[in-house]
């Protein structure tokens, strides 16, 4: 990924440059720093995991939440930034009874 020194956006490739869509411009591009990039498009594929071996308490922890779905009383969440980095992360819950999923901020 490469920035623009004029006005900080991402920049994109156009042959051997690399464009700003926001500003226009452009510079060279380097093979010997582009090398240590690391593209999206070159990760292999990820497997399905099987869980249906792991232990609920390998999962990941627990609090105590009402569950909307069926009224239990535990749940597993994790914590995920799905917003920009200066708001603060979202609580995803799992209900160990019935397997209802929920986040934080929907009731």
Known sequence: MEFCDECGS???????????GSCGYEKA?????EAD???????????VVDMSDVDDAEIGPTTTVICPECGHDRAR???????SADESE???F?????GHKWREDDH
Do not use: N
Not at 29 to 33: G, I, M, N, Y
Not at 37 to 47: I, Y
Not at 94 to 98: A, L, N
């Open 10 to 20: 991402m920049m994109k490739t156009d042959g051997d440059v690399w464009v700003c």
């Open 29 to 33: 591009r380097d093979a010997d720093k």
């Open 37 to 47: 990039m690391t593209s999206t498009a070159e990760r292999e594929d990820s497997e």
């Open 77 to 83: 969440y994790e914590m995920k930034q799905i917003r």
């Open 90 to 92: 979202t609580r995803f």
């Open 94 to 98: 799992t209900c160990v009874e019935c």
